[in-house]
């Protein structure tokens, strides 16, 4: 029975990952982007309690469970904390919508192209989608390049991240449950640090705009 | 021997903690020494361990002390040592509210670094590098002026993303691992070298990883972080960067390379790391001509022996031991000139190049120790890095990889003349030539307070500070006070210039060291 629509799950699980990531893209709206987050995070962990099942390994489950409250939860609350508490800011990107959505598409060829190179090596449906998670990391880059406000450079990052874990466990399973939590709260850490600075920019400057930071140089 | 392995991670996590809860500021402020200490001394507890071919593990197998791991390790505490014994003197500026978290921030580095180096296992390391990320961010933007908190924006995006590059090239190579049978992120597993690993992934793992670490180890064109960074820290900080991070990031680089070597031979990273190191070398000449920062030039001169070692690292094999040596020699340099920038801002009370002239004349308890290692970073005999750059130019001829060191030796030679000017600029002239400079704020306090927008307080403050600082026109005492502790950099000094000449057991070691990453067999 599982085994008939296992890829039908991971289908479903890695096209919703690929969809929020091109709305983040989309959205100006730094509150619609960490709702999209959100929705991420709880796929990310549906992929892994889906490979888990599959695999039939409680560690891979004991992850997705990880994902769910780390990625789903903590990191879009901390965000969302972090931005109800100001007047909110829309970004004005440096690319017009028609031209970011454009550059998902050829984001996404890219990967595949890469992909079927790279991973000619490996079978089975996960292998597949792992094209996925490397657009992910690419468009995560996108966002990390032409947005101005911090928050938005955040959730690039968070993108960029989340499409690393997404290659990690199409590929292979995911990394060891110890590493995975260690990671989990290196990237916390970097989360909350930033969500410091940026209240620490606001105070300073009065709105959190990066081009602004631009003193320093030779 | 295995506890020397949980001595460097306990001990500064405990130091961390009591610097925290600690009431007294002594304590807490010789907390970081002691963690220094403490790596320090298991460092050379876990390389007398190496000479007598001994490999300490712990933890199944998590921790491993190698001779590499071993010498990294000692570099880790030496480094530690001189930044935060010769910073104690510094810190007087810091806030009370934040000084018992910049102490505990400063032993949590030394501990990841700890950690870094003795992890045998790539993810475990990968974790243990982003944590001092985090622990650095908040030193970098300690000053909590704008410009310092722009300098750790930057550092906290571009080293998060670099090292999460560094993270998918670890995941692909760990799934290239699988095809053996059981995935492993062991060093020691994944660098034998009749291993099925898949070459496709181990190429663009392996180039994603040192991508990755290469950001992190401040190397061209992802150096964009460092002279911001470097300048906006307090002193220490900088030189624990300069030293520590950027060498446990290289070491990162090296293991890699090993792994790489095995399934996919020597060409390919070669060609990489050649590239970033001679552009390391060409930022850094540029930049280097027209400074007008001291410790901006610090910085670059940083990217310059980082692209030096990168060179080092591409000859492969045989340019390995005189890296190991560099990385000592410019770590413990470049602490003791760190350190002595921060006493020189704090004295002088600017980082500008042009407005702090005839130091030797006026203040040469600072000036002599400077002048000394500006030399040994320069790299005149008998200091080490003269060694380790005359023994990668050597190994690259006979490599046959005489274009790549030709042009590098070219860009040194810029570089050599660009901070020998800076440094003649700084130390050596007649002290006439200053008073203009440290008139000025006298100067402008009285022109400030008819405006009325500036308030009486203010002015009164600048008069202050203006009678406080020696009138440069009053007959000159020159100040031969070192102002700090001046034994860790003499000792600092002291090592760098003899450590080339020891045979037993330096040479053994560092030959030893180059065996684990495939060197001279």
């Known amino acids: 029975m599982f085994t008939t629509i296992y890829p039908q799950l991971i289908g479903l699980c890695t096209g919703t990952l690929l969809l929020t990531s091109a ?34 390994e409680v560690e891979v489950i004991l992850v997705a469970v990880l994902v769910l409250l780390v990625k789903g939860v903590a990191l879009p609350w901390v965000l969302a904390r972090e931005t109800h508490a100001t007047t909110r800011t829309d970004e004005a990107p440096r690319l017009n919508p028609t031209a970011a959505l454009l550059t998902v598409a050829l984001l996404t060829i890219l990967s595949y192209v890469v992909a079927s190179r790279l991973l000619a090596g490996i079978d089975g449906v996960s292998a597949h989608a792992a094209p996925i998670g490397l657009a992910m990391v690419l468009i995560g880059f996108l966002l990390l390049v032409t947005r101005r406000q911090a928050g938005s450079q955040l959730i690039g990052f968070l993108v960029l991240d989340n499409g690393i874990a997404t290659v990690a466990f199409l590929t292979s399973g995911g990394v060891p449950l110890f590493l995975e939590l260690g990671i989990s709260l290196d990237v916390l850490l970097v989360v909350v640090i930033l969500y410091v600075f940026a ?14 930071l631009r003193k320093l140089h030779d | 021997m295995s506890f020397a392995l949980w001595i460097p991670l306990a001990i500064p996590a405990l130091l961390a903690l009591l610097s925290l809860l600690s009431r007294s500021p002594a304590l807490r402020r010789l907390s970081p020494v002691a963690s220094s200490v403490a790596v320090l001394g298991s460092g050379l507890l876990l390389v007398s361990a190496a000479l007598a071919d001994q490999v300490p593990t712990l933890g199944g197998g998590l921790l491993r002390a190698d001779a590499l791991s071993a010498y990294m390790l000692t570099v880790v505490g030496a480094v530690g040592l001189v930044s935060t014994w010769g910073g104690l003197g510094h810190d007087s500026t810091v806030p009370a509210r934040f000084a018992g978290s910049y102490d505990a921030l400063i032993s949590v580095f030394l501990a990841a670094m700890s950690l870094a180096v003795l992890a045998d296992n790539i993810g475990l390391m990968w974790a243990a590098v982003e944590a001092t990320t985090i622990a650095t961010a908040f030193l970098v933007g300690h000053h909590r002026t704008p410009r310092s908190l722009e300098a750790a924006w930057k550092y906290v995006i571009l080293g998060s993303v670099g090292v999460a590059i560094a993270l998918l090239g670890i995941v692909l190579i760990y799934a290239a691992s699988r095809g053996t049978g059981a995935a492993t992120l062991s060093w020691l597993v994944l660098s034998q070298a009749d291993l099925p690993l898949d070459p496709a992934l181990i190429r663009a793992g392996g180039a994603l990883a040192v991508l990755g670490f290469a950001t992190k180890a401040g190397l061209a064109p992802m150096h964009s972080w460092l002279p911001d960074a470097h300048s906006q820290a307090p002193a220490p900080v900088s030189g624990l960067m300069s030293g520590v991070l950027l060498a446990v990031a290289l070491y990162a680089i090296l293991r890699i390379q090993t792994i790489t070597d095995a399934v996919i031979g020597p060409d390919f990273l070669r060609i990489m790391l050649s590239v970033g190191g001679l552009l390391s070398l060409f930022v850094a000449a540029a930049l280097l001509i027209r400074q007008r920062d001291f410790k901006r030039m610090l910085a670059y001169s940083s990217i310059e022996h980082m692209g030096m070692m990168a060179v080092g690292a591409a000859i492969g094999a045989a340019a390995l031991p005189a890296v190991l040596l560099y990385v000592l020699g410019h770590g413990l340099t470049k602490a003791t000139l760190f350190v002595l920038s921060g006493r020189i801002l704090e004295v002088e009370g600017t980082p500008k190049i042009d407005a702090v002239r005839a130091l030797l004349v006026r203040r040469p308890g600072l000036a002599v120790p400077w002048l000394i290692a500006m030399a040994a970073l320069i790299g005149f005999p008998p200091f080490s890095i003269f060694f380790s750059e005359v023994g990668i130019i050597v190994a690259g001829f006979s490599a046959g990889m005489g274009a790549v060191v030709g042009i590098a030796l070219v860009l040194l030679l810029v570089i050599f003349a660009s901070l020998t000017r800076l440094t003649v600029a700084m130390t050596i002239g007649a002290p006439g030539a200053a008073a203009p400079a440290a008139v000025a704020p006298a100067a402008v306090a009285p022109a400030a307070a008819p405006t009325g927008v500036v308030p009486v307080v203010d002015a009164g403050a600048s008069v202050t500070l203006a009678d406080a600082e020696p009138h440069p026109d009053v007959p000159l005492v020159p100040d031969r006070s070192a102002h700090g502790p001046m034994l860790p950099l003499i000792l600092a000094l002291a090592t760098t210039a003899v450590v080339a000449f020891i045979a037993e057991p330096v040479g053994t070691l560092l030959t030893r060291a180059a065996e684990v990453l495939g060197g001279i067999q």
Do not use: C, P, Y
Request: zero cysteines.
């Open chain 1, 23 to 56: 709305l983040m893209v989309w959205r100006h709206s730094l509150l619609a982007s960490i709702r999209l987050l959100s929705v991420q995070g709880f796929a990310l962990a549906a992929l892994v309690a889906v490979i888990g099942v599959e695999e039939g």
């Open chain 1, 199 to 212: 209240g620490r920019m606001r105070s300073k400057f009065g709105n959190t705009e990066i081009d602004q």
